[in-house]
């Protein structure tokens, strides 16, 4: 079993930046892919950014050069720097983790993102 604990969040200014956190722990696999997606009410979850264990990343096109995704693999942790938010960003932001082995995925528990003047 793996928990995803997830900080960070807030309401900001357009422009404004934020940083998300996700903690990971429990029986996790060696190798692993966590990320971000998001939800904005009444839209479809959808993809924000993954990073694996060999810090591999993928971001969706509209966050590109505004948003950063890290990993500290010694705490199992990942951060997102999220810069020159928009009001468009505005979501819950759910953090995710599967392993490379085991088809099951997890997910945190979500955090509010608001970006609104």
């Known amino acids: 079993q793996v928990q995803l604990v997830e900080s960070g969040g807030g309401l900001v200014q357009p422009g404004g930046s934020l940083r998300l956190s996700c903690l990971a722990f429990g029986s996790i696999e060696s190798a692993y892919v966590m990320g971000w997606y998001r939800q904005a009410p009444g839209k479809q979850r959808e993809l924000v950014v993954t990073i694996s264990t060999g810090n591999t990343t993928a971001y969706m096109s509209s966050v590109k050069g505004r948003f950063t995704i890290s990993r500290d693999s010694a705490k199992d942790t990942v951060h997102l720097q999220m810069n020159s938010l928009r009001p468009d960003d505005t979501a819950v932001y759910y953090c995710?983790?599967?392993?490379?082995?085991?088809?099951?995925?997890?997910w945190g528990q979500g955090t509010q993102v608001t970006v609104s003047s």
């Open positions: 995710y983790l599967k392993g490379y082995t085991s088809p099951r995925e997890y």
